[in-house]
């Protein structure tokens, strides 16, 4: 089964553009960090995977600020404990967007 998440942004000029590659970034995210394949650093290569596949995709690279780092790990643990990879993907989409909304304009 192949996921395919697509977030749409109203612009100023009604345009609207879909963001599948961030959504399949967050995914791939989610995946790599809850099979947790390696005794350690485990977040550290899974937020780097993320990243190859958004500069591979012509995306800016997200860093996810310290300052955030409690609001991520409980993003991960909701979306694990719930089966329920929408609280994940919800949650890193949208910081990203909001990380980048001035290249939107």
């Known amino acids: 089964m ?15 553009i879909g963001y599948i590659s961030i959504g399949e970034t967050a995914l791939v995210h989610l995946k790599l960090v809850t099979i947790h394949p390696f005794g350690d650093g ?18 800016p690279m997200y860093d996810i600020p310290y300052e955030e780092r409690n609001s991520y790990y ?8 719930k089966k329920d990879e929408k609280v994940f993907l919800q949650w890193l989409v949208k910081r990203y967007i909001k990380e980048y909304k001035q290249y939107l304009k």
């Not at 192949?2 to 609207?16: A, D, E, R």
């Not at 290569?45 to 012509?58: A, D, E, G, P």
């Open 2 to 16: 192949k996921f395919i998440f697509v977030l749409c942004i109203p612009l100023k000029n009604s345009v609207i």
């Open 74 to 81: 409980d993003a991960l643990e909701r979306s694990q404990v």
């Open 42 to 59: 485990n977040d550290r290569i899974t937020r780097l995977v993320m990243n190859f596949v958004l500069n591979r995709k012509k995306y």
